[in-house]
């Protein structure tokens, strides 16, 4: 059995049933996709607060225009290029004007604003992002077509060939991108001193845990 | 394995020959790392890798930075999205309200709950120089919990078209009878009765004038920040029901007693409408974001909005100025990045005492910090309903 084709078969049926109207269908895709589209515009844009605007606008403008989804693509592959378009659009709009560049550089050092997270008690999470301060700042320097394709790979686990089908690339540029990507992240975590441990990559790295679909269950273990 | 590409995605690389050094085998060195390249091409690689150490080094290093990168779980969308997106995708007849309704409203009620019995009033700090320098280190795990601190807000600036829809006529007919009369009463001498919708845009506007644009309240954390950080004037943050509308007196108390927690600041001991909480502090410019992000955080995590601005009207303005009069005895709100190397974060540190350095700036000891350029003079409010 292939989970990766019942996955999508699933998707597949839970859009039918969503343009007929069952609501429930449409709850149903937004929770199996909800994580995925929330982390790749956090990591591309570098806060929560732009991340959520952005996840929410991708997964309302998805769900409204369901109709023209015509099935030529995976219904993940379809939503997501309408988050990182989302997403690019946001960086566009809101490119930090010079006083807020200069603010935010001298506040949060390299990490910009992304490093700025409020302390407190009540589920005010501190550590909300999730990411360590060097690999963050880092992945917030890269390039936007270099970070975009880092963090559909590296971090969502996207397949290469699915990350071009979403980035209108080719398969070889996101390859030459993940390159450079994952360079410049090992560069700057050896600057801020990190050892190289010349770890097994392949081993540590584990998309198959379920997470990232969340609260489906039904992406397992094999 | 489902997203993971290591058996579904890229096929693996094979029959290639290694030449020159890694950035000539880029994508290849990709799949090596991925662990997809056969078992030619792996030795291939090794071989180079073994008379090259600084191919070996990078790569290694590389292999390193995935291993690291990859162990970053997944964050959690933010309690609250789902619903807002539901309630968007589902909805089929009603249309969202193109502004918050109550956003011109609440400038007035505002104004009428800080008003009321404007009696004396003393800053809780007026205790001159004793350091209070209370300095709270939230250790939260990385891991724990779930991320209310994510404000989700996508309301920008109040929509000037829209309000600008509106005229003052109909906007003071929502207001409560009561309004003129406390306006009245509160020895604002540049407010008549009849004045009081020119308390809805702040701007003290008589009814013939055309409403001003409600532009000044700023819910954008950008702007916010920016505007923070080069306010030339006090700041007025202001806690307000998502929908525009007053706190109760219960949301209140826990807004002043988390922002209290959090920072050490404490509510003035004011004598205004009973219920209503108020803060005041000098913040450094450049701890604005952190600021910002801190009255976010805490405003999500209650399910209220909080909004700045700058130009509140000139019954908040005077009111501020009746009560800021002694800026020598406020305190210094400031923020230093957490040290904690699992967590990004902020300490917060209320001092009633200026620092004795500031960067490089040392502001005079006869000069209120804001007025030294270096600070902002921030008020936070949080009005209640009676």
Known sequence: LNLTEQVCDEDSELVERARSGDDDAVTELYRRHERRVYNLALRTLGNPWDAADVAQEAFIKAFKNLGSFKGEARFGTWLHRIAVNAAYDHLRRHKPEPMDAEVMAGLSGPAGPAAVVATGRHGIDPAMDGLSEPLRAALMQLDEGFRFAVVLCDLLGFPYVEAADILGVQEGTIKSRIFRAREALATSLVAAGYESRGASAQTARNQDDGSAVPRTGLIGKE | ?386
């Open chain 2, 1 to 386: 394995m489902v997203w993971g590409r290591k058996t579904n995605g890229s096929r693996a690389s094979s029959g290639q020959g290694i030449s020159g050094h890694l950035d000539e085998w880029a994508r290849l060195a990709v799949d090596y790392v991925d662990g997809t390249v056969d078992d030619s091409t792996r030795s291939a690689i090794q071989a180079h890798l073994q008379t090259c150490p600084d191919c070996a080094r990078r790569l290694t290093a590389q292999q390193s930075a995935l291993a690291y990168f990859a162990q970053a779980p997944l964050v959690e969308a933010p309690e609250g999205l789902e619903a807002r997106v539901l309630t968007q995708a589902l909805r089929t007849a009603q249309a969202a309200p193109a502004v918050r309704p109550g956003a011109r409203r609440r400038a007035a009620r505002r104004s009428r709950a800080l008003l009321s019995p404007a009696g004396p009033w003393l800053p809780a700090l007026a205790g001159g120089a004793a350091v209070l320098a209370l300095v709270l280190a939230m250790t939260i795990s990385r891991d724990a919990g779930k991320l209310d601190a994510t404000v989700t807000t996508a309301i920008d600036v109040f929509s000037s078209e829209a309000s600008a829809t509106q005229t003052p006529r109909e906007a003071s007919a929502d207001l409560p009878s009561t309004t003129s009369p406390a306006l009245a009463g509160s020895g604002s001498a540049t407010l008549a009765p009849t004045d009081s919708a020119g308390t809805l845009t702040g701007a003290n506007a008589s009814l013939s004038a055309p409403p001003q644009p409600t532009g000044t309240y700023l819910q954008d954390r950008a702007a916010m920040v920016s505007g923070l950080s080069q306010a030339s004037a006090p700041a007025y943050f202001f806690f307000d029901t998502k929908d525009g509308g007053l706190v109760t007196t219960e949301q209140a108390e826990t807004v002043a007693s988390e922002l209290t927690a959090a920072t050490g600041l404490r509510a003035m001991d004011q004598q205004l409408s009973s219920g209503v909480k108020a803060f005041a502090a000098f913040v450094p410019r450049g701890d604005s974001a952190a600021v910002v992000d801190l009255l976010r955080s805490l405003s999500d995590s209650l399910q209220l909005a909080v909004s700045l601005s700058l130009q509140p009207g000139e019954e908040v303005t005077s009111w501020a100025a009746s009560m800021l009069q002694d800026k020598y005895s406020l305190a210094e709100l400031s923020a230093s990045p957490s040290h904690s190397p699992a967590t990004t974060g902020w300490l917060y540190t209320t001092s009633t005492s200026p620092p004795t350095t500031y960067g490089t700036a040392r502001a005079p000891k006869t000069m209120p910090l804001d007025e030294a350029g270096t600070h902002v003079l921030v008020v936070i409010f949080v009005a209640v309903r009676n």
